[in-house]
């Protein structure tokens, strides 16, 4: 049976999404919420806590912080086994964020907003690599992660990843945000304008418009020759 989110959760949802200015991303989750089939009672949702949990996020946070990430191997959606570090390091931005597939809350919500903030950057968006980490791997092969980056038209720099349990949780503890339990995750995005830069933390749901504003910023403060070396590695890579 196909697990949905009730509509008291998809009601709240969509709320902390017009709280927070998501308004491109608050309207796909109603136009979600329409198609996901018939509502269960609340009692029979197993992730009406998770979207209420997302719901409670009704402001976006930004703060700043040096972070190291994980020295760890990790699958693509591609079959491709990546350097973590190495791949946040080939001198474009970085925007990174937690995700699993089998998510019906916060996850559909933060990569629609992936997929909008690409489609912002117009000619900019290769000149960015994008990263959305599997809190869930031993579910997540990369098959599943293929399936659903299709959903959001993957294309390009947006790179899904997935691997151990144990190096998943090492990525997440990295970056401060492990929760313990899929369950409890939050939405939080985290950005980084190159290499021995600081990293910028959104808590909550960030829109299109607050990503690629911070995005657009980066690559604006970047020296001419810093950004033609991104642009030649942009084109170089997938």
Request: hydrophobic share 45%.
């Amino acid at each position: 049976m196909k697990t949905t989110i009730s509509r008291p959760a998809r009601l709240a949802l969509v709320t902390a999404l017009l709280l927070t200015g998501g308004m491109s991303g608050a309207a796909w989750a109603m136009d979600h919420s329409a198609h996901a089939g018939h509502a269960g009672h609340a009692a029979q949702d197993p992730h009406a806590g998770h979207a209420a949990h997302a719901a409670a996020s009704t402001a976006v946070r930004r703060s700043e912080a040096t972070l190291e990430p994980a020295a760890v191997n990790m699958l693509s959606q591609d079959g491709q086994r990546l350097d973590f570090a190495k791949l946040l390091d080939d001198g474009r931005p970085v925007v990174l964020n937690f995700i699993y597939t089998s998510c019906t809350a916060i996850c559909p919500v933060t990569s629609q907003v992936f997929r909008e903030t690409r489609e912002l950057l117009g000619r900019d968006r290769n000149a960015v690599r994008m990263v959305s980490v599997s809190i869930d791997p031993d579910h997540d092969t990369p098959k599943r992660l293929a399936a659903y980056a299709q959903r959001f038209g993957q294309a390009g720099t947006w790179t899904f990843l997935t691997g151990s349990q144990a190096d998943s949780v090492a990525i997440q503890k990295s970056f401060k945000a492990y929760q313990g339990d899929k369950m409890n995750h939050l939405p939080v995005t985290f950005l980084r304008a190159a290499p021995g830069k600081p990293w910028v933390r959104l808590d909550g749901f960030a829109s299109p418009n607050a990503l690629a504003a911070e995005v657009q910023a980066m690559l604006a403060a970047r020296p001419a020759a810093a950004r033609r070396t991104a642009t030649t590695v942009a084109r170089a890579q997938p």
